[in-house]
């Protein structure tokens, strides 16, 4: 089948376009990451997760895909909680990225090619306010920073279709100050305040304000203009609107990002989950209960610009729908049946199976039409299964068909699956052998293979691990 045009939702057109790369199969893609001040929450999870499933799903549809991700190290939230907690404010931040790195890592979110740190642009921060002031879009406050005027912009509020704030506006504290010429003018960079960290520059010693860190960071990265933002909805407004002021101000080059995705909310009873409701779930906490490909499968299943709200009924749900894909594997795997009765149809269906499941990836990345197509496959094969209609070649070429699958989603555990049958006593001395191989023991290494061995099972090293068999 040749690849579907991909079309998304595109927040900045309000329908759905076809992505067209804006040089050849590359497509360099920005989503804002973390303020580094808490732990990271189930929200974010279902934002990073999900982007990470599109960059895995753009990757195998031929597009090079560059991820970027900025990490916003310095902020108020994060100056705040580290004077509240009595700590230095770097070693807050830095702790706070090591352990939303962890997570990801986690999680299996691992598309993003560079993480850029806001402290480690502020060379490129300073440039583009430079540009700003030059071209006199930019104005100073005396006594406290650099704003951006954006009575100058034309097009403000283009992404979001607002131009005021409101008082619910996710707004850094440092853009207010009575006296802005317009009260939604936002600070490009904030002159330096005893104890608070700053950076020397031409017009006055500081740091930055918290939307220019992304457009300092993919200018960087991929020049004045790329393929595709995202985020979640709640920073479309002031955010993500005050980087295209900003970047469509200095270069004078329009759209900034040409296809601007935007998350639904992970919502608890109906609320957006977030930190300061108090209303969360940690990522940490929840990987103690349930395994990260579970999580990953219930976000996404989840159509990504719609809200999803989690509770523990959410979960056994998706479980069960999750064990139903590892069932229908263990089966394929398994199946003693040598020939298909009829397998030009087997073909067929396979074929079409495929067909669904990438059309309604191309259609606006419909995972629940997607996944839900998947479970039709999976039901009328389970019932050639029972009537042992179905030959192992073509099996194989079902099972190879989620593997695939899994190469975008991260949600079967294949390794378990292969070792269903295998008694438990085998799995853990066959771990042992792999700790004493780690560290070059290896007469203990052998040792262990003969207990296996009187099990009654083999193991080879492969490069992709141990590949454990039963002796016949
Ligand atoms: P923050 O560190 O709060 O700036 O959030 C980092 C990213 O996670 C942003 O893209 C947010 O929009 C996203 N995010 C935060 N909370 C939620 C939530 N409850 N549901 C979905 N995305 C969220």
Known sequence: MKNPQVKIYNTLSGKKDALKPLS?????????????????????????VIFDCFAKYLKSMGYHVFYLQNITDIDDKIIARAKEKGVGIKDLADAFTNEYFKDMKALGVTSVKKYAKATDHIKEV?????????????????????????????????????????????????????????????????????????????????????????????????????????????????HHEAEITQMESISGKKPLARYWMHTGFLTIDG?????????????????????????????????????????????????????????????????????????????????????????????????????????EFIKEINKLMENGLLGKKEARDMYKFFEEINKIFGIIDFEKIKNSNIPQEVLDLVKVREGHRKSTQWNKADEVRKEIEKYGYSVDDTQDGPVVKKIH
């Open 126 to 238: 300073i440039s583009q306010v430079e540009r700003l002031i030059d071209k006199k879009y930019a104005y100073t406050l005396e006594e406290d920073g650099i704003y951006f005027d954006i009575a100058k912009f034309k097009d403000y509020g283009k992404l979001s279709g607002r131009t005021a704030l409101q008082a619910e506006d996710s707004m850094s504290r440092i853009d207010y100050s009575k006296n802005k010429r317009n009260r939604g003018d936002f600070c490009l960079w904030k002159f330096s305040i005893q104890d608070e960290p700053s950076w020397t520059a031409p017009f006055g010693a500081g740091r930055p304000g918290w939307h220019i860190e992304d457009t300092a960071i993919t200018e960087k990265y991929f020049g004045a203009q790329y393929d595709v933002h995202g985020g979640g909805r709640d920073i479309m407004f002031p």
């Open 271 to 375: 609320q957006k989950m977030s930190k300061s409701l108090g209303n969360f779930v940690l990522i940490n906490d929840f990987l103690k209960r349930y395994p990260a490909m579970l999580l990953r499968f219930w976000v996404a299943k989840n159509l990504w610009h719609t809200p999803m709200d989690y509770s523990e009924t959410a979960i056994i749900e998706a479980k069960i729908s999750l064990e139903k894909i590892e069932e229908f594997l263990r089966k394929l795997k398994t199946l003693k049946t040598a020939k298909s009765a009829k397998p030009a149809d087997l073909k067929k269906a396979l074929k079409r199976a495929k067909e669904e499941f990438y059309i309604n990836l191309a259609d606006d990345f419909n995972t629940p039409k997607a996944f839900a197509a998947l479970f």
């Open 24 to 48: 050849g199969q590359k497509i360099n893609l920005f989503v804002c990451g973390p303020t580094v001040y808490d732990f990271s929450h189930l929200g974010h999870a279902r934002s990073y």
